[in-house]
């Protein structure tokens, strides 16, 4: 049976970060990362709409999303043989009917000292010319937004982890869990392991694993979102921004010439392979329609993933009151791409017992942590 220091359940991007940023700050930890699938990544992180966006979350995740940046646009020397981020703007749109959304946006943006600016007709038709008149009066402009290479990313992670020593093993999926003589010791398809740690970062299966081990469910809810990909014409101009309704209905980016459109759906689901609902495509293409004089020529592809949110749809980071050899680290929703550096370094200094480092260290992570539920 193989031993571990710190055992992590899930190798999406919160798991294989994690990984990362002990095995770096700790050298010589044990470290193993268990996987359910044959490929990390399969269900979530694999089905980003990959982009960076500083006031995506709200204002309680905010702060570790600005402290990611430096890792993003500066990643340690040998991390990437490509670059993690590539700029993109955002433009944040409103119906003529819908005033207020913006100026709510607005004041995300103060709050978060992100760079912004109000455009009129002139200045959105220099970014986005297809908008039909009602949606063109008046927007955001976002230029800090960023596109991000997640595939990039997390492989990045992974083989990092793996040369610091970390352990992944895959088709591992966790079946039981036991805590005695402070130790555990995980029953998975793939045999069983020992640990004197477990972190839950098992993404959709987060609430499976916990009750798995003994630990009381949060209630961590995976939300359905799709995602269509079309070939308008003319082609999708590869310098676009993403561009987004302020009031949550919609939002659309270029990739290769083609467009990514997502109704920004949250449809509750349960854990598994989810597939797009045909009801939520069809939807996305409408109100496409409606906001932009803009032909789609044809459906290229489609898919769909899951977002994980705690019952207050904040992040759920540390460990679980009373069982201080089980951590947690979900909840991520949509925004584990962008804060993966910042909540790996926070959960790891608690695993770890030791202070947030720089830049990371003014978040308050007491919001995070898992005993408010408790």
């Excluded at 598994?272 to 939807?283: F, L, R, Y």
Aim: net charge negative; glycine share 10%; aromatic share 8%.
């Amino acid at each position: 049976m193989s031993q571990f220091d710190i055992l992590i359940v899930g190798a999406g991007i919160g798991g294989a970060s994690l990984a990362y940023a002990l095995t770096v700050r700790k050298p010589g930890l044990s470290v193993g990362l268990l996987e359910a699938e044959s490929q990390p990544g399969y269900h979530t992180t694999g089905r980003s709409a990959a982009f960076y966006a500083e006031t995506y979350g709200g204002p309680m995740v905010q702060p570790m999303t600005t402290a990611s940046r430096r890792f993003f646009e500066c990643p340690p020397a040998g991390f990437s043989d490509t670059a993690i981020v590539s700029p993109r703007g955002a433009l944040h749109i409103r119906h003529a009917d819908a005033p207020g959304s913006l100026a709510l946006l607005e004041e995300e943006f103060r709050h978060g000292r992100v760079a912004h600016q109000r455009l009129g007709p002139e200045g959105i038709a220099k970014l986005m010319p297809f908008l039909r008149p009602e949606w063109a009066q008046t927007a955001i402009w976002e230029p800090g937004c960023s596109d991000i290479d997640v595939a990039g990313l997390h492989q990045a992670y992974l083989r990092a982890a793996k040369k610091a020593g970390a352990t992944l093993i895959t088709e591992a999926r966790l079946s039981k869990a036991v805590r005695s003589g402070g130790r555990w010791l995980v029953d998975t398809a793939a045999g069983s392991f020992g640990a004197g740690i477990l972190v839950n970062a098992a993404g959709a299966w987060a609430d499976v694993v916990a009750e798995a081990c003994g630990i009381a469910p949060i209630g961590i809810q995976p939300l359905r979102r799709t995602i269509v990909v079309t070939e308008v014409r003319p082609d999708a101009p590869a310098d676009m921004p993403v561009v987004m309704d302020a009031g949550g209905s919609l939002y659309f980016k270029p990739d290769a010439g083609r467009l990514w459109i997502s109704p920004h759906d949250e449809t509750p689901d349960v854990p598994h392979d989810v597939q797009p609902d045909e009801m939520d495509m069809a939807i996305a293409l409408d109100r496409f329609e409606q906001m932009c004089d803009w032909p789609i020529r044809r459906l290229a592809s489609k898919w769909a993933g899951l977002r994980n949110f705690a019952p207050d749809r904040q992040p759920v980071i540390g460990p679980e009151p009373g069982e201080p050899g089980f951590h947690w680290c979900a909840g991520q929703a949509g925004w584990g791409i962008q804060t993966a550096p910042a909540a790996a370094a926070i959960a790891a200094a608690q695993l770890l017992g030791e202070a947030v480092e720089a830049p990371y260290a003014g978040i308050d992570i007491a919001p995070y942590q898992p005993g408010r539920f408790r």
